[in-house]
């Protein structure tokens, strides 16, 4: 039986000489008061008219934006918005321009620079071309880590380049921490109202011609906040008993879960603290490890069980120092803390066990655990594919091992998954796509693979995918290590891939075998005929490793090459590397 109308008749009778924009406005009106929204008052248009064109772009790095933007997506499309979805990797930075209202969802990485997918957008409008954005509207939501110093960095510059460049700022760059859903659902719930104000009020710039599609990401039955249990099945290490590092290759058997991943994504791993770590910092306090706290997610723990499983006590912050400084009332401390680039040195150099130890303070099991930041899931590049290995993920780990204050220590990831992690033993893991370190979709387009240390994973990937295909494109791999004999990793695959005629050519730079330091950017510049006739030839580049020396380098590399065998301008050959971004033909992984 169909439910009568609550509605007055005469009320019926008015929403139906209503146009649809009027409809529009009118349930987003209506969304916006339920959530608690302040819409100003204004009166229903007379006439239909064109709806203001809506964007919604999301450049993330590790999926934490991509999620808000398309909850921010969700939130508009209720209150009657109609509002495209876009990844930065899918949007074109020049016709900017043509937006007309543009909310962008961004993380930070590195020292404060954008994720990849934004790099494009990041330099246009940076650049000497950067274009006059008078007719764009746009707010910014910023993701970061405040235990970095340039905090949501991107985030800040994004917004503030939008308004130096003429564009109208709809609300306050909003900026979140590492537990960004709350904020992030305060300034959503602040600028959807706005949006939806804004559509009601006036007509829009004709839209652009080509719209790109709303971005589409497939769903996982296990994901972040909820993990699927998996089991470590082989722990072996790859470098000799003489490198001077110790990286492992991880197997680990997703049999029965039903995840599926893709060649180029990131499996995400929730770490559990070392143990000898956890009695450290109970012993400091003076706590018996039995003693109960309350966690920020409204669950309660023994404080062992919290510092093991659900904080992150390996990580130091500003946020950490400073209170610790206050709650000790230590003046050296204190002055630290005080001070932005001693704060910097500080944290650089120490982990919040050994600030405990060297300023030592006896706190409450409670104030404790309040200190630590909650624990927070790690990412490693998959070195495998699953049509090669089946219902298994593979992983290149990088054992991070240090000495403070007379101690060892380990990273919280690669010391459990390298060293204390019995096969056989838990581990909670979910896939993150990363649909923007993709091979090419034609298999017969070569590809230049470069990559340093553990960045070797992904290219691993990418060359059982290869096979299992059967791709006939050409492969190049640009490899660098300390030394050939010590730290050639997953050296005998290399040499059957090129027996096999699947790597093309392999050039490697090892920086600790002889006289000269040697790096994969010195083996590019070496190669620069080469690497642009592959270019011309349509080769898709690719780069995995570390972001701040490696990554920089070998983007400097590629400058020179395009701009000496191209003949170009140096700013003639940045546009060039930014059109095979946006092309998606330059493509990086980098940490």
């Known amino acids: 039986m169909n439910q009568a109308n609550p509605l007055p008749p005469e009320l019926s009778a008015q929403l139906a000489s209503l146009s649809p924009v009027q409809l529009a406005w009118l349930s987003g009106y209506c969304w916006a008061k339920s959530q608690g929204g302040q819409i100003p008052q204004t009166a229903l248009p007379a006439a239909a008219v064109p709806a203001r064109r809506v964007t919604v772009l999301s450049a993330s790095q590790t999926g934490n934006a991509r999620r808000v933007a398309q909850d921010l997506h969700a939130k508009l499309t209720t209150g009657g918005v109609d509002a495209r979805l876009v990844s930065a990797a899918d949007f074109k930075s020049k016709t900017l321009p043509d937006e007309d209202i543009l909310l962008l969802v961004t993380s930070t990485q590195g020292e404060g620079e954008p994720p990849e997918e934004a790099l494009p957008l990041y330099k246009l409008l940076n650049g000497k071309k950067a274009p006059k954005l008078d007719g764009l509207t746009f707010a910014v939501l910023g993701l970061g880590d405040s235990s970095y110093p340039k905090f949501c960095q991107a985030g800040k510059d994004f917004d503030a380049k939008f308004a130096e460049l003429g564009g109208k700022r709809l609300a306050d760059a909003g900026v979140c921490d590492l537990e960004?859903?709350?904020?992030?659902?305060?300034?959503?719930?602040?600028?959807?109202?706005?949006?939806?104000?804004l559509c009601a009020q006036q007509s829009a710039v004709p839209a652009a011609a080509d719209l790109m599609p709303s971005e589409n990401v497939p769903e996982q039955v296990y994901g972040k906040e909820k993990p699927y249990a998996a089991s470590l099945s082989v722990r072996q290490k790859i470098t000799s008993r003489d490198a001077e590092k110790?990286?492992?290759?991880?197997?680990?058997?997703?049999?029965?879960?039903?995840?599926?991943?893709?060649?180029?994504?990131?499996?995400?791993?929730?770490?559990?603290?070392?143990?000898?770590?956890?009695?450290?910092?109970?012993?400091?306090?003076?706590?018996?490890?039995?003693?109960?706290?309350?966690?920020?997610d409204g669950t309660a723990a023994d404080i062992q069980t919290a510092l093991t499983q659900h904080l992150d006590i390996t990580q130091n912050t500003p946020a950490f120092v400073q209170q610790y400084a206050a709650l000790s009332g230590n003046a050296d401390l204190q002055a630290t803390a005080a001070d932005a680039a001693a704060l910097e040195a500080f944290i650089a150099e120490n982990p919040p066990v050994g600030v405990m130890a060297a300023y030592p303070f006896a706190l409450d099991a409670q104030t404790l655990a309040d200190l630590f930041r909650a624990q927070t899931p790690r990412l490693y590049s998959i070195a495998s594919a699953q049509d090669e290995v089946?219902?298994?993920?593979?992983?290149?780990?990088?054992?991070?091992?240090?000495?403070?204050?007379?101690?060892?220590?380990?990273?919280?990831?690669?010391?459990?998954?390298?060293?204390?992690?019995?096969?056989?033993?838990?581990?909670?893991?979910?896939?993150?796509?990363?649909?923007?370190?993709?091979?090419?979709?034609?298999?017969?387009?070569?590809?230049?693979?470069?990559?340093?240390?553990?960045?070797?994973?992904?290219?691993r990937a990418f060359m059982q995918q290869r096979a299992a295909n059967g791709d006939e494109g050409k492969n190049w791999l640009v490899f660098g290590n300390q030394r050939f004999t010590d730290d050639f990793l997953y050296q005998a695959e290399w040499q059957q891939f090129r027996k096999d005629g699947l790597l093309t050519r392999a050039d490697l730079a090892w920086s600790r075998q002889g006289t000269e330091k040697v790096y994969v950017q010195h083996k590019l510049a070496a190669a620069a005929a080469d690497v642009w006739a592959w270019l011309k030839e349509g080769a898709h580049i690719y780069v995995c490793g570390d972001a701040t020396r490696m990554a920089r380098d070998v983007e400097t590399a590629l400058l020179d090459i395009i701009s000496a065998q191209g003949g170009m301008s140096r700013d003639d050959a940045e546009e060039f590397l930014n059109d095979l971004r946006e092309e998606k033909r330059y493509q990086r992984d980098v940490y």
């Open 180 to 197: 960004f859903q709350t904020a992030a659902d305060a300034w959503v719930n602040a600028v959807v109202p706005k949006v939806i104000e």
């Open 246 to 296: 110790d990286v492992e290759h991880i197997e680990i058997d997703l049999a029965g879960s039903g995840i599926r991943y893709q060649a180029g994504d990131a499996l995400g791993v929730w770490p559990q603290n070392a143990p000898d770590l956890v009695q450290e910092i109970l012993s400091l306090n003076r706590l018996n490890g039995s003693e109960t706290v309350n966690l920020a």
């Open 390 to 459: 089946g219902d298994e993920v593979h992983l290149t780990v990088g054992m991070v091992r240090f000495i403070h204050h007379g101690n060892g220590y380990t990273g919280a990831a690669s010391g459990f998954l390298g060293e204390r992690l019995e096969e056989g033993g838990e581990v909670r893991v979910f896939v993150e796509p990363n649909p923007h370190f993709r091979l090419p979709a034609d298999g017969g387009t070569p590809v230049i693979m470069i990559g340093a240390g553990t960045g070797i994973a992904p290219f």
